[in-house]
């Protein structure tokens, strides 16, 4: 076989995934690896996050032609998913339970339900059966229990689906609007696609003209920038307050993704007075990108959090920005060569100055740390905590798009149409 960039991603991929299974196989669902040993956690808790994302890693696995136990890992986490985590009554997904099923934290989590959207997208995508059933059952959950006024994801529910708190969150919405384009991808149903334009649109467009073009993270209920959230616990771990680098270059990938299947300008999909970008997805995509660089690149991984101006508040490199600016890389680079761009020759160069800073961040297991955070003697290795969200999710995504932007651009074997949208 020629060694050819697709071909060294998918070896990326699946090696990525082999130094999961079997350990991270419970005997139902899974179980985080730590990163230097690689034994599994003592701490027996399952977050519906890592639960969804350990059936996504494993059928992107399944997509690319991986070996048979990719299938089996992924089959095995939908069984726990639909058992344990799903509520008896089928109207939502438990946050935390433990490893027999029982309900730790009954959090009905729109960041929770966002994955369990894309973990039945790609089992769809992966012919699993009864996937795609699921995916059209949790989109419709979403719709009735989450979707706002604003057509965008409200914020965390009580078990009776009150809302926890007046707070509406970037990235919940970011997630979404990612599981959308992975359930268009396996399906080419156009609704899919109108929810992740109508969402990308709102966070990248809509409201990134009272920041200058910047992405904001947290809002109150009506939408409206709440600059003052958190800003008492600046490493807070999902909704820390400033500028995340990580969620620029994430935004830049699913924006790629946009203007690979949708021919809608950015102008053409929605009015209002948002920011002004000349060009479609692709140029907003580029500009995210750009920015992430400028403000948060540090020659070996992104800052956690910045100003406005760029000035660091938390310093911390945290390995899912890595890795985003990696599958970011790759799909602009795709894009770029489809609108004839000469940045493609910048961003393949960028993409691999980024896969070379991985070895930073992988443990001598396997398992990538969380972060590192600098210190007065270097930098000092940080693993997750239990119950953990991160079983290489995003790597295995990173890893993914590489290969298939390198690979085939469209899925195979569907046809798309463009959808118009609703909104």
Same mark, same amino acid.
């Given at each position: 076989?020629?060694? /050819?960039?697709?071909?060294?991603?998918?070896?990326?991929? *699946?090696?990525? *995934?082999?130094? &999961?299974?079997?350990? =991270?196989?419970?005997?139902? %669902?899974?179980?985080?690896?730590?990163?230097?040993?690689?034994?599994?956690?003592?701490?027996?808790r399952r977050h519906l996050v890592a639960t969804c994302?350990?059936?996504?890693?494993?059928?992107? %696995?399944?997509?690319?032609?991986?070996?048979?136990?990719?299938?089996?890992?992924?089959?095995? $986490?939908?069984?726990?998913?639909?058992?344990?985590?799903? /509520?008896?009554?089928?109207?939502?997904?438990?946050?935390?339970?433990?490893?027999? $099923?029982?309900? *730790?934290?009954?959090?009905?989590?729109?960041? $929770?339900? =966002?994955?369990?959207?894309?973990?039945?997208?790609?089992?769809t995508a992966a012919d699993i059966d009864g996937a795609e059933d699921d995916l059209v059952a949790t989109h419709e959950l979403i719709e009735d229990r989450f979707r706002d006024?604003?057509?965008?994801?409200?914020?965390?529910?009580?078990?009776?689906?009150?809302?926890?708190e007046e707070y509406r969150g970037q990235n919940a919405n970011m997630h979404a609007c990612e599981a959308y384009l992975a359930a268009y991808e396996a399906t080419g149903e156009p609704r899919y696609l109108d929810r992740a334009r109508h969402i990308a649109h709102k966070i990248t467009i809509a409201l990134a003209g009272k920041t200058d073009g910047l992405l904001w993270e947290h809002y109150t209920d009506d939408w409206e920038h709440d600059f003052g959230y958190n800003e008492d616990e600046p490493r807070h771990q999902f909704r820390p307050p400033g500028y995340q680098p990580g969620h620029h270059v994430e935004w830049a990938k699913f924006l790629a993704l946009l203007d690979r299947y949708d021919d809608a300008t950015v102008a053409d999909t929605e009015g209002g007075d948002g920011y002004v970008s000349e060009g479609g997805w692709y140029a907003r995509a580029l500009e995210l990108f750009e920015t992430a660089i400028e403000y948060g690149w540090t020659e070996t991984g992104?800052?956690?959090?910045?100003?406005?101006? $760029?000035?660091?508040?938390?310093?911390? &490199?945290? %390995?899912?920005?890595?890795?985003?600016?990696?599958?970011?890389?790759? =799909?602009?680079?795709?894009?770029?060569?489809?609108?004839?761009?000469?940045?493609?020759?910048?961003?393949?160069t960028l993409n691999r100055r980024f896969i070379e800073c991985t070895d930073r961040y992988r443990g001598p297991a396997g398992p990538w740390y969380e972060k590192r955070v600098p210190t007065d003697h270097g930098d000092?290795?940080?693993?997750?905590?239990?119950?953990?969200?991160?079983?290489?999710?995003?790597?295995?995504?990173?890893?993914?798009?590489?290969?298939?932007?390198?690979?085939?651009?469209?899925? =195979?074997?569907?046809?798309? /149409?463009?959808?118009? /949208?609703?909104?």
């Open positions: 076989m020629i060694d /050819t960039p697709s071909n060294a991603n998918r070896g990326r991929l *699946l090696a990525t *995934l082999r130094m &999961q299974y079997p350990d =991270a196989l419970a005997e139902r %669902g899974f179980q985080l690896l730590h990163p230097m040993s690689g034994d599994p956690y003592t701490d027996h994302r350990s059936i996504a890693n494993f059928a992107v %696995g399944a997509v690319a032609d991986g070996p048979e136990w990719c299938l089996d890992a992924a089959e095995h $986490g939908l069984a726990f998913l639909r058992q344990a985590h799903r /509520t008896d009554d089928g109207d939502g997904y438990h946050l935390v339970v433990d490893g027999d $099923g029982e309900p *730790l934290d009954r959090t009905r989590s729109a960041y $929770g339900h =966002a994955f369990v959207l894309l973990a039945y997208a790609r089992a006024g604003a057509g965008m994801l409200r914020s965390d529910c009580a078990p009776d689906w009150t809302e926890q992104f800052v956690y959090t910045h100003e406005e101006d $760029g000035a660091p508040i938390v310093p911390d &490199q945290y %390995g899912w920005a890595l890795a985003e600016a990696i599958g970011a890389s790759a =799909a602009l680079t795709e894009r770029a060569a489809a609108h004839e761009d000469d940045a493609a020759d910048r961003l393949r000092d290795l940080v693993a997750p905590d239990p119950p953990g969200v991160e079983p290489d999710y995003h790597p295995v995504s990173a890893f993914y798009e590489c290969w298939r932007s390198a690979h085939d651009a469209q899925p =195979a074997d569907r046809t798309f /149409t463009t959808a118009n /949208t609703d909104e």
